[in-house]
């Protein structure tokens, strides 16, 4: 049951992330500034959404392995 809660949390912001950068960049597309402008918005703004994506995944892969390493001890304490 908690992983159906943690499944539905995780899809639920990962769609609000996502919408909120697709807002922002049709934002920036229909703004009146230059391309030259809008393109480095746009490369500053996907070079931080990068970022954050790849610290949000090492959270998850260190979340994951912490899963998998409590569930091995637990595994090992009931079955010695």
């Known amino acids: 049951m908690d992983y159906d809660d943690d499944a539905r949390m995780f899809n639920f912001v990962s769609g609000l992330?996502?919408?909120?950068?697709?807002?922002?960049?049709?934002a920036l597309l229909?703004?009146?500034?230059?391309?030259k402008k809008t393109?480095?918005?746009?490369?500053?703004?996907?070079?931080?959404l990068?970022?954050?994506?790849?610290d949000r995944w090492d959270d998850l892969a260190d979340e994951?392995?912490?899963?998998?390493?409590?569930?091995?001890?637990t595994a090992r304490k009931r079955f010695s």
């Not at 992330?17 to 049709?26: P, T």
């Not at 229909?30 to 391309?35: C, D, K, V």
């Open 17 to 26: 992330i996502c919408g909120a950068a697709i807002g922002a960049g049709v």
């Open 30 to 35: 229909m703004a009146p500034t230059t391309g």
């Open 50 to 54: 990068r970022e954050k994506a790849a």
């Open 39 to 48: 393109r480095k918005k746009l490369t500053r703004g996907a070079d931080d």
């Open 64 to 73: 994951v392995r912490d899963r998998v390493d409590e569930a091995l001890s």
